[in-house]
């Protein structure tokens, strides 16, 4: 058998990580909750402190030199995510605090404009409450219908529902790129297709794939894109609205104040251009500094060598925790079409007792309904404990990780 | 195999619940959830002169809510309703034998709110809001 051998080095990445040297309850740290929020490596910590301690300033409007050097490196930010995602505009990339945000911004300006009640939005049940609130607020105000395409057995979404129910009344779909329970890619290529077949437009959550796989907005065609930058090494309160400039230029804005107007006088305003229109008051410089550091990171290790580890060590837990007695595992088995996002749980072990346990040994897991209870009611279960890898995890956290799997296992059995 | 949170007594009340399941006749019941995971415990009461004179709880949820629950009934059977309604946060850490830390705490408050709960609707009273920050 050939083995495709990856060129990542995780002993050799983890040194740049500060946090992974940190021992937790005597132990050392295992970190497994990378779907939750990434660690950060030093050169982002070191990004970040040199903007607050060399050139601190507000954006776009200062004359002097930090405020020069500041606003460079704010739009060489957006330039990096930009091309990171393959889009070819930089005014297609919003700054927003995080994927909910971006989805919200969507939700009360696109949304607001374009629905009504003959109208239908399509959901998937595997989507994140970020992608699913939003568009029940709106549906509510709008009386807008909503209707969520159903999974199969392995946790792919169910073909029959995309075909039968994006239809001539659909204006819009969201779905996510990748599940953060069942960790499964989604054909989204397709799905873009076949709404826009119906004329509806597509939104896509990228939260859990942008840090993970090579992402290409254009190949992709979606209408619209929402990640966060604390997902994929970045800081928190930075997220990305990505959105193709013939729909982004006719929406209304979303914030008002101070940065979106061009002109402003007592009877009325008129907008900036994009992107700057959905970017109100003084934004987050230092987390889209810490941001396009973060993506140079990660495009000097390259996606496609972060994708072919990470499904490395996914095959390597799967094939371990299917030795553990009584352990289940949602989410499909062929590792080609899931990130390294895996829910499980361990026979009647509630996942809060689970987390506990692990948490003893050192080892962060993530547990309860992960924010998508639509899937937890679908797949009928309470709660599920949940392990999600990087670039900075190794196969021996995974060799510890099962031993405290085992260690639970036999403190609960009767 | 030893766990810090997870001693012998706490498996064991949680594996074997003392006081589970309904009371024929109860007075009152209350039922409450945490949101954070879903734990679910309700409490049924007997109560006679002023004073508990039995209990059940039937629930749903973590080893740590559901130990703290079954404890607590065998605690507060037989305690007047004052002094059920005087039990504090440290009676129930005292009961289980463990601190479970922040994140878990209220896993192991949840069953004294319940119990509260029932003895603050028995009597008609609004709830005090040292009850509604317990959970």
Redesign the interface.
């Known amino acids: 058998m050939v083995e495709r051998l990856t060129t990542i080095n995780a002993v050799k990445i983890r040194e740049d990580f500060p946090i992974l040297k940190r021992r937790v309850n005597g132990k050392p740290l295992i970190y497994f909750d990378n779907a939750a929020t990434s660690q950060k490596p030093s050169a982002v910590i070191e990004a970040i402190s040199k903007y607050y301690s060399e050139y601190n300033s507000n954006i776009h409007r200062g004359i002097h030199k930090l405020a020069e050097e500041a606003t460079l490196a704010h739009e060489e930010a957006r330039e990096k995510v930009a091309k990171f995602i393959n889009s070819n505009r930089t005014e297609e990339i919003v700054f927003t605090r995080n994927a909910t945000e971006s989805i919200n911004l969507v939700a009360y300006t696109w949304g607001r404009a374009n629905l009504g009640p003959d109208d239908k939005i399509v959901l998937t049940i595997m989507e994140h409450h970020s992608n699913i609130v939003p568009w029940q607020m709106l549906a509510q105000e709008k009386k807008t219908k909503i209707e969520f395409v159903k999974i199969d057995k392995e946790g792919y979404l169910a073909q029959k529902d995309i075909q039968e129910m994006i239809d001539d009344k659909t204006k819009l779909v969201c779905v996510t790129h990748a599940s953060n329970v069942l960790g499964t890619i989604n054909p989204v290529n397709e799905i873009a297709k076949t709404a826009h077949r119906h004329g509806a437009l597509v939104l896509v959550d990228a939260a859990q794939s942008v840090p993970h796989v090579r992402v290409n907005v254009r190949e992709m065609d979606c209408d619209f894109m929402a990640f966060s930058g604390h997902k994929m090494l970045g800081p928190t309160g930075i997220g990305v609205l990505y959105g193709k400039s013939e729909h982004m230029e006719n929406m209304p804005p979303f914030l008002g104040g101070g940065e979106m107007i061009r002109e402003v006088h007592t009877t009325g305003a008129s907008w900036k251009d994009l992107p700057y229109k959905y970017e109100a008051g003084t934004p987050n410089v230092a987390g889209a500094i810490g941001l396009g550091t973060a993506i140079d990171y990660l495009r000097k290790i390259g996606m496609e060598n972060i994708h072919e580890y990470e499904k490395e060590i996914t095959s390597y837990a799967l094939s371990k925790m299917d030795q553990v007695k009584g352990l289940v595992t949602y989410g499909p088995r062929d590792v080609r079409h899931r990130v390294g996002v895996l829910a499980f749980n361990l026979g009647d072990i509630h996942a809060h007792d689970l987390a506990s346990i692990m948490d003893e040994e050192g080892v962060a897991i993530r547990s309860g309904h992960h924010c998508a209870q639509p899937l937890m009611e679908f797949l009928d279960i309470p709660a599920a404990s949940r392990a999600s890898f990087y670039i900075y995890n190794t196969k021996e956290e995974v060799d510890s990780f099962i031993a405290v799997l085992e260690k639970a296992r036999k403190l609960f059995s009767p | 195999?030893s766990?810090?949170?997870?001693k012998d007594i706490i498996?064991d009340y949680y594996?074997n619940p003392r006081n589970f399941g309904d009371l024929p006749n109860p007075d009152v019941r209350a039922k409450d959830s945490n949101p954070?995971?879903?734990d679910i415990i309700e409490m049924q009461l007997k109560i006679n002169d002023g004073k508990i004179e039995d209990v059940r709880f039937k629930g749903?949820?973590?080893?740590?809510s559901q130990a703290s629950a079954s404890m607590l009934t065998e605690t507060v059977k037989g305690k007047t309703l004052d002094e059920v309604k005087s039990m504090s946060k440290t009676d129930v850490l005292n009961l289980l034998g463990i601190d479970?830390g922040p994140t878990?705490i209220k896993?192991a408050l949840l069953g004294l709110k319940v119990v509260k709960l029932g003895v603050y609707g028995y009597l008609g009273q609004a709830i005090s809001e040292e009850v509604k920050q317990l959970v």
């Open positions: 195999m766990s810090d949170i997870y498996l594996r954070l995971c879903g749903k949820g973590c080893a740590i479970p878990r896993c």
